[in-house]
T-cell receptor, first 113, second 113 residues
């Protein structure tokens, strides 16, 4: 099934450094979304980027989208301990146009003090 | 604003027992979803409801049934629980997934023994 795949599966960095996570997907999309999940909690929507956009910013988050490579990246700048979480990308399906999104397996980000 | 409310938060069932997971949203969203999350598997879609009165199967519907009771409520039923259904279940809603992200509930942790 169409699904985003995040890379790396896990990432540990020092507080203050930048964290980059990547997502690849298989089919044509209308949009790609990123979510954060803190341990034991539900997912929180971070940002949505449409297929006709190449880059989008929200606070310390920067998302890029390359539809020719079917890939996206999430950059978190000046990381903080509170950024420790799992991050998921999710895509819809432009061909089927059904009203659902499919999630990848996530990147576990750990910010070291 | 409560957002998406799931009950119960925790449940232990014996194999063969039945139960219903409840989900309600107060954001007047059209679409509602049930996902399960297992270690290393990301989130997998069980069923969804694009609008009141409609339901569709997702990636892993076997062993589950759903009811879109009204616009606010979307329940998930396990008729005869199996150990393979041990998981964390998340309900989510969206105004319209091609333009907006999902709002998630805090999850139900289900153990089937």
């Amino acid at each position: 099934s169409q699904q985003g795949e995040e890379d790396p599966q896990a990432l540990s960095i020092q507080e203050g450094e930048n964290a980059t996570m990547n997502c690849s997907y298989k089919t044509s999309i209308n949009n790609l979304q990123w979510y954060r999940q803190n341990s034991g909690r539900g997912l929180v929507h971070l940002i949505l980027i449409r297929s006709n956009e190449r880059e989008k910013h929200s606070g310390r988050l920067r998302v890029t989208l390359d539809t020719s490579k079917k890939s996206s990246s999430l950059l978190i700048t000046a990381s903080r301990a509170a950024d420790t979480a799992s991050y998921f990308c999710a895509t819809d399906d432009l061909v089927n146009r059904d009203d659902k999104i499919i999630f990848g397996k996530g990147t576990r980000l750990h910010i070291l003090p | 604003n409560a957002g998406v409310t799931q009950t119960p938060k925790f449940q232990v069932l014996k194999t063969g027992q039945s139960m219903t997971l409840q989900c309600a949203q107060d954001m007047n969203h059209n679409s509602m979803y049930w996902y399960r999350q297992d270690p290393g598997m990301g989130l997998r879609l069980i069923y969804y409801s694009a609008s009141e009165g409609t339901t569709d199967k997702g990636e892993v519907p076997n062993g589950y049934n759903v009811s879109r009771l009204n616009k606010r409520e979307f329940s998930l039923r396990l008729e005869s629980a199996a150990p393979s259904q041990t998981s964390v279940y998340f309900c989510a809603s969206s105004e319209e997934v091609r333009n907006y992200g999902y709002t998630f509930g805090s999850g139900t942790r289900l153990t089937v023994v």
